[in-house]
């Protein structure tokens, strides 16, 4: 109970600040917050499987409040996995309880959090706490975080902390400093925009391992440097990660020590009608938690840095099957990997009116290339170590994708999409599995639009595979039927069919159909169908779900 009481004190600390003004000015802050429900209820299915588990029906369930008063401000967010969590959502996500929750002050020079806090320096190669429902993940730190802003060209951050572990927190403790400097200014740059940043993130956790070089603390250092001149971009990170133990599914080697860096560099050009983005990132065992004998865990929790797959993220159902996944940690079983090292080119071009290509409305053009290989170095596979990997070398090729979109808009009333995706996905590496997968996916999408805000959208789409696995073997087709009676309600059916597949039994249509109704903050959205078993991404980053079939319902509205 000690902990609910110290719970509700801070909660009610801006209530005793102003509780000591001029009554007459009667401002008593405001309150928000919002309120979502995602539950399912899995049903048996010949297809698809029985559901062999406890609790059919399971539901993930949040309440978030948030207080301002002047410079103050507080939050509290309640959560409910009853009576259990959706499948394979973190196995310490369960029951009801106190998620996170916070106080602070904040000004135009200070902002000072002490309770649960996110926070990112850089891209967030060195530090990230972020929260995804849909992806189960909220790795927000308990602690402290003050950030201080002398001018505004500079801005110095500082936090401890321990990371959010289910209703818990991680053994392990971080300590994080932080400078953002405007360099314009300093040099007194007219049109140059040139940003300086510089981060460090320690992590504190004590093992009971007997060797005598273990050191508790591992230190991590980066810097960064921003550009812009004119129509270009650029920029460019460097992450040193310090020497630390070893960790192999879980389980810690404890004469084994490894250190890790990483280099992300990105620049662009753009101007209206074309836009031209490169991003270049090597990454050598940058994996980084907060416990060092999470590294194996598959529900991304405890991770320290985000680190997304940096490819292109598709919109449809066959062009999310062979989904790539970042490298960054270091293995030697079953695959002796060390990383990763690739990057992505997007060239987005918009085809004039009134040109033959363009027509009387243009067309918009969107191209992708993606490659990712591990890095290249010499393995000792008796001795479980490795040699210094080459900078720039690129060793067994993981992943290869190219894809183009071609948007274009017929009349007020009609437009379309076209995509054409092939894609090279190297499975041994990615899933410690078998094979190599050569794919291409063709997809055609029509919207037809109404007066009264009604439209209908159709999509069909077809993957060539010469996958062998039994789950994805072979040739799918895919359609999608979507009509909006108005901006706030709309219907749905797909269907996604395994059908070159050669096992009859694995020819299985995946189809679900629903609706959605929206008013003002307030949502609806039920739908029934089945999960093909495989990885949802969300910006880069994925949960796997396991196949199955049921009732979904979404509920969200805000206030």
């Known amino acids: 109970m000690n902990r609910y009481k110290l719970i509700a004190i801070l909660l009610c600390a801006p209530f005793f600040v102003f509780s000591q003004e001029d009554e007459e000015k009667k401002d008593y802050g405001k309150l928000s917050g919002g309120i979502e429900s995602n539950s399912q209820y899995y049903v048996d299915d010949a297809k698809t499987g029985d559901f062999e588990q406890e609790d059919p029906f399971r539901s993930n369930n949040y309440l978030r409040l948030n207080y301002n008063y002047k410079n103050w401000f507080a939050h509290v967010q309640l959560e409910s ?34 309770g649960h806090f996110y926070e990112q320096f850089g891209s967030g190669l060195i530090l990230r706490s972020w929260e995804d429902r849909q992806l189960g993940i909220n790795n927000s730190i308990r602690g402290a975080n003050i950030k201080y802003r002398p001018t505004n060209d500079l801005e110095f951050s500082a936090l401890y902390g321990r990371q959010r572990d289910g209703f818990e927190v991680s053994d392990g403790s971080i300590y994080g400093f932080n400078a953002e400097i405007g360099l314009s200014s300093l040099f007194k740059f007219e049109s140059t925009g040139l940003d300086l940043g510089l981060s460090y993130v320690g992590r504190d956790e004590d093992l009971d391992i007997d060797n005598p070089d273990f050191e508790s603390l591992t230190n991590s250092f980066s810097a960064r440097l921003d550009f812009t001149e004119g129509n270009i971009y650029s920029s460019i990170e460097y992450v040193m990660k310090g020497e630390d133990v070893y960790s192999e599914l879980g389980n810690i080697i404890d004469d084994r020590y490894f250190d890790g860096s990483a280099i992300l560099f990105n620049i662009g050009y753009a101007k209206s009608g074309l836009g031209i983005d490169a991003t270049f990132r090597r990454m050598e065992n940058m994996a980084f938690f907060s416990e060092r004998d999470e590294s194996a865990n598959v529900f991304n929790q405890n991770y320290i840095n985000f680190i997304p797959a940096l490819t292109k993220q598709h919109d449809y159902g066959l062009t999310n099957i062979f989904v790539y996944q970042s490298q960054p940690r270091l293995t030697f079983n079953p695959l002796f990997k060390s990383g990763e090292i690739g990057g992505q080119v997007d060239i987005f071009y918009n085809v004039k009116k009134g040109t033959k290509l363009g027509g009387k409305y243009g067309t918009k053009l969107a191209f992708n290339f993606s490659t990712w290989s591990g890095l290249k170095g010499d393995f000792n596979t008796n001795d479980r170590t490795y040699e210094d990997t080459d900078l720039f070398g690129f060793g067994d090729k993981y992943f290869e994708e190219f894809s183009l979109d071609i948007k274009k808009k017929w009349s007020p009333k009609w437009s379309s999409i076209v995509s054409v995706v092939n894609t090279y ?64 309600l709309s219907v749905f059916a797909t269907d996604i069919w395994n059908y070159g597949n050669p096992d009859e039994d694995r020819q299985v249509h995946y189809y679900a159909f629903g609706g959605s109704f929206t008013k003002g903050a307030t949502r609806v959205m039920a739908s029934y169908g089945r999960q093909r078993g495989g990885l949802v991404c969300v910006g880069g980053i994925c949960r796997f779900v396991p196949e199955n079939t049921g009732f979904t319902l979404n509920v969200s509205t805000s206030f």
């Open 81 to 114: 996995y009853e009576p259990n969590a959706i499948l394979n959502f973190y196995p310490k996500y369960k029951g009801t309880d106190i998620g996170t929750f916070a106080v602070g002050y904040k000004n135009s020079k200070i902002e000072a959090t002490l």
């Open 425 to 488: 996905y190297n499975a041994r590496f990615v899933e410690d599995r078998t094979g190599e997968v050569n794919a291409t996916a063709l997809v055609g999408e029509v919207t037809r639009k109404f007066n009264g805000g009604k439209s209908i959208r159709a999509e069909l789409s077809h993957l060539f595979s010469d996958d062998k696995t039994t789950e994805r073997a072979k040739n799918w087709a895919g359609g999608t039927l979507e009509y909006n009676f108005s901006s706030r």
